[in-house]
């Protein structure tokens, strides 16, 4: 799978970390609402979801697309809030914090779930896989001193 292989070597790369975040989540959002929820862009190489959170401070409903892997046949799944290896953690990290239940779309079905911080050794068992399901979250992390926050949705 040559096509993965230079997707992940591109997305590891400083550049990438500097674009990706402005360019993926508007390209994702718009072809989600053009299809009715059927397709999400950055699924074709990564499972994804569209998160609906409620803002940690405003409380306003915040949706962000981001790439999940999914666990127990689609039934939970585990978000990476790896910020394309930048510096602070993503916001929508701080707002499952805050308010754990949530909605995802999940291959153009709303679900509701709600989210748990895994931390400890869950934590580590989760990031071992997290590394063989996406090598470049090694990347990340290497880039960041803080600790990538891993999250696991389950259905409400």
Not at 9 to 33: E, I, M, N, Q, W
Not at 46 to 74: F, H, K, N, Q
């Amino acid at each position: 799978m040559i096509g993965a292989r230079i997707v992940q070597k591109v997305s590891s790369t400083r550049g990438f970390a500097k674009v990706a975040p402005h360019v993926v989540p508007a390209l994702d959002r718009a072809v989600h609402r053009l299809t009715r929820g059927r397709v999400l862009l950055s699924a074709q190489m990564l499972p994804g979801v569209i998160l609906t959170s409620t803002g940690a401070r405003s409380g306003l409903p915040r949706r962000t697309p981001l790439a999940c892997m999914p666990e127990d046949d689609g039934r939970t799944w585990i978000l990476i809030g790896s910020n394309f290896g930048r510096a602070g953690h993503p916001a929508w990290t701080a707002n499952l914090i805050a308010h754990p239940d949530a909605e995802v779309s999940w291959k153009g079905t709303d679900v509701p779930v709600t989210a748990t911080l895994l931390t400890g050794e869950e934590r580590a068992a989760v990031w071992k896989t997290a590394l063989a399901f996406w090598p470049p979250y090694a990347t990340y992390q290497a880039r960041v001193e803080r600790e990538i926050r891993l999250f696991r949705i389950v259905r409400r």
